[in-house]
């Protein structure tokens, strides 16, 4: 008899608590064993690829793969919600998954409503960073290039 595989934990939201927790598979986590994402790269990097499949459901595996997270990307992160909360571009009026995404959406922009100048000194400042971290980057390349290389 075939042992039960561990799932990998997807990851949350900022805004999300802990009791939200799903598996990557979409399992409900106090459900089934589980392991971090982190854990689960570890065990392949330890085990390789295909030992580590007999031990780990290949759905959250390939979606852990596939999927980054919010400090990867937020907007791949948000787009990741969306498509399992609405069911993805191909699948319409999809409720079977709740409106948990959509109520948090809409609480989001409330709040934003009510601090409107805080967001936006948030927003300017985040510009304002990136802006200069290019112009760093930018310098110190020409100072890279300006300056010979020793052999």
């Known amino acids: 008899m075939k042992e039960p595989v561990d799932h990998i934990l997807r990851p949350l939201l900022p805004w999300r608590s802990a009791d939200a927790a799903i598996t990557e598979c979409g399992y409900n986590t106090s459900k089934v064993k589980t392991m971090t994402r982190e854990e689960y790269f570890q065990r392949v990097r330890d085990m390789g690829q295909q030992r580590a499949a007999l031990f780990t459901c290949m759905t959250c595996a390939d979606t852990a793969r596939r999927?980054?997270?919010?400090?990867?990307?937020?907007?791949?992160?948000?787009?990741?919600?969306?498509?399992?909360?609405?069911?993805?571009?191909?699948?319409?009026?999809?409720?079977?998954?709740?409106?948990?995404?959509?109520?948090?959406?809409?609480?989001?922009?409330?709040?934003?409503?009510?601090?409107?100048?805080?967001?936006?000194?948030?927003?300017?400042?985040?510009?304002?960073?990136?802006?200069?971290?290019?112009?760093?980057a930018e310098r110190e390349e020409r100072m890279r290039r300006a300056k010979p290389e020793r052999l």
């Open 67 to 136: 999927w980054g997270t919010w400090d990867d990307d937020p907007g791949r992160a948000l787009d990741r919600e969306i498509s399992w909360e609405c069911g993805g571009p191909y699948w319409h009026n999809r409720n079977d998954r709740g409106f948990r995404l959509r109520d948090e959406l809409l609480a989001i922009a409330a709040l934003i409503e009510s601090h409107r100048e805080e967001f936006d000194a948030l927003v300017s400042a985040g510009g304002q960073k990136r802006e200069w971290l290019q112009k760093k």
